[in-house]
């Protein structure tokens, strides 16, 4: 029988729903895609149940699992946060994770000296802590997005090296060209994420407010923060703000715009999964300096095709910048290895390496033991 035969419906678990307008909705919108070229659909199971409250989205999801009919769904494919609300079901699970949370509160605990938690918020991932590793060791694959992950999932929770795959996400291709033509002056940086501390915003304020003292002169676009704009300049020197346009929200077909206008895409944060932004950048052509951690450093060859830095060192990050910005040779030459190096990652290819991981996970739940390749799943 061929992989995948008699899989009809697989649950997709999370908050943030199926679309091409988040970033984790985006990845999961190219997951479905593939899937259904093998004719399977994946099914936005949490749907109904969310809610702005996380914690009260997650207990409906919960209900629903519990009343889930038997057959509906040949397995669940959960978010890692959710992965305790189908912790009794029988049906095969396949967590996800876009950078494995408790990991990160690690890190930035480690980074700042504070977890950045609630009393609440830090109650409840105790009571969920169990839960939640139960269902890790209980999966029947766990899709990481980075190879720190990887290594703490292992560490952590035992979990076994082919229980892991590390997925690759992918780009939209763009219209480049070498020369990046009609490029404004001063050079233009920016940041695109949102405006809150795990991105590395005190280090992006700091290194801007040294980089002027310097004088060095450039334009900041800080895109898809979130905050009102005004909001986000309160955080920079008065004498700084003229210099930074801020834009809240922007559509997926403006993105391309944003890209091709900027000489330096910035990424200063101190935990990510594999971050969109910068493989979009990569693919536009800019060239790149990111934080060394995380997704970023699968990704990014320091002095090759980006620059990486230590989280949260500020003159490290303001020497690189001072680099990219005197040197525009070097600057279109990093640009022009960050998008040879995307030349792989279309979205239909690395989406479709991901759904033949799940259809080959739920097979093998399907298989007794020691059935090996004689298995007519």
Same mark, same amino acid.
């Given at each position: 029988?061929?992989?995948?035969?008699?899989?009809?419906?697989?649950?997709?678990?999370?908050?943030?729903?199926?679309?091409?307008?988040?970033?984790?909705?985006?990845?999961?919108?190219?997951?479905?895609?593939?899937?259904?070229?093998?004719?399977?659909?994946?099914?936005?199971?949490?749907?109904?149940?969310?809610?702005?409250?996380?914690?009260?989205?997650?207990?409906?999801?919960?209900?629903?699992?519990?009343?889930?009919?038997?057959?509906?769904?040949?397995?669940?494919?959960?978010?890692?946060?959710?992965?305790?609300?189908?912790?009794?079901?029988?049906?095969?699970?396949?967590?996800?994770?876009?950078?494995?949370?408790?990991?990160?509160?690690?890190?930035?605990?480690?980074?700042?000296?504070?977890?950045?938690?609630?009393?609440?918020?830090?109650?409840?991932?105790?009571?969920?802590?169990?839960?939640?590793?139960?269902?890790?060791?209980?999966?029947?694959?766990?899709?990481?997005?980075?190879?720190?992950?990887?290594?703490?999932?292992?560490?952590?929770?035992?979990?076994?090296?082919?229980?892991?795959?590390?997925?690759?996400?992918?780009?939209?291709?763009?219209?480049?060209?070498?020369?990046?033509?009609?490029?404004?002056?001063?050079?233009?940086?920016?940041?695109?994420?949102?405006?809150?501390?795990?991105?590395?915003?005190?280090?992006?304020?700091?290194?801007?407010?040294?980089?002027?003292?310097?004088?060095?002169?450039?334009?900041?676009?800080?895109?898809?923060?979130?905050?009102?704009?005004?909001?986000?300049?309160?955080?920079?020197?008065?004498?700084?703000?003229?210099?930074?346009?801020?834009?809240?929200?922007?559509?997926?077909?403006?993105?391309?715009?944003?890209?091709?206008?900027?000489?330096?895409?910035?990424?200063?944060?101190?935990?990510?999964?594999?971050?969109?932004?910068?493989?979009?950048?990569?693919?536009?052509?800019?060239?790149?300096?990111?934080?060394?951690?995380?997704?970023? @450093?699968? #990704?990014? +060859?320091?002095? $090759? %095709?980006?620059? =990486?830095?230590?989280?949260?060192?500020? !003159? /490290?990050?303001? @020497?690189? #910048?001072? +680099?990219?910005? $005197? %040197?525009?040779? =070097?600057?279109?030459?990093?640009?022009? !290895? /960050?998008?040879?190096?995307?030349?792989?990652?279309?979205?239909?290819?690395?989406?479709?390496?991901?759904?033949?991981?799940?259809? /080959?996970?739920?097979?093998?739940?399907?298989?007794?033991?020691?059935?090996?390749?004689?298995?007519?799943?």
């Amino acid at each position: 029988m061929k992989p995948g035969m008699g899989i009809h419906r697989i649950a997709y678990i999370a908050i943030p729903e199926i679309s091409p307008i988040s970033g984790m909705g985006r990845i999961a919108w190219e997951w479905r895609a593939a899937l259904a070229r093998r004719g399977i659909d994946l099914v936005d199971f949490a749907g109904p149940c969310r809610h702005q409250n996380r914690h009260l989205a997650a207990l409906r999801i919960w209900a629903a699992a519990r009343r889930a009919a038997s057959g509906v769904y040949d397995a669940f494919l959960v978010h890692e946060p959710l992965a305790w609300t189908i912790g009794g079901e029988r049906r095969p699970s396949i967590i996800f994770s876009h950078g494995v949370e408790s990991r990160g509160r690690e890190a930035f605990k480690q980074m700042l000296g504070r977890d950045g938690e609630t009393i609440k918020s830090r109650c409840i991932n105790r009571v969920l802590a169990g839960p939640i590793r139960r269902a890790f060791q209980k999966s029947r694959l766990f899709l990481t997005s980075n190879s720190e992950d990887c290594t703490y999932l292992t560490d952590k929770y035992g979990l076994a090296g082919n229980q892991l795959f590390l997925f690759r996400n992918g780009v939209d291709p763009m219209p480049w060209t070498e020369s990046r033509a009609g490029i404004p002056r001063p050079v233009r940086i920016l940041f695109a994420g949102t405006w809150i501390g795990r991105k590395g915003i005190v280090t992006l304020v700091a290194a801007a407010t040294r980089l002027r003292s310097e004088g060095v002169a450039v334009q900041w676009c800080l895109a898809g923060t979130g905050v009102a704009a005004e909001a986000v300049r309160q955080h920079f020197p008065a004498h700084l703000r003229e210099a930074i346009e801020v834009i809240p929200r922007f559509a997926r077909e403006e993105e391309a715009n944003l890209l091709l206008q900027s000489d330096l895409f910035v990424l200063p944060s101190f935990f990510e999964g594999q971050p969109l932004a910068l493989l979009q950048a990569m693919e536009a052509g800019c060239a790149v300096i990111a934080s060394d951690t995380c997704g970023q @450093r699968d #990704i990014l +060859q320091h002095n $090759e %095709n980006g620059w =990486l830095f230590p989280p949260g060192d500020v !003159a /490290a990050l303001v @020497r690189l #910048i001072r +680099q990219a910005c $005197e %040197n525009a040779t =070097l600057r279109r030459q990093i640009g022009a !290895a /960050a998008h040879a190096s995307m030349a792989h990652r279309r979205w239909p290819a690395v989406a479709d390496e991901v759904a033949g991981k799940i259809v /080959a996970a739920v097979d093998a739940s399907r298989c007794p033991p020691g059935s090996g390749e004689n298995c007519q799943a």
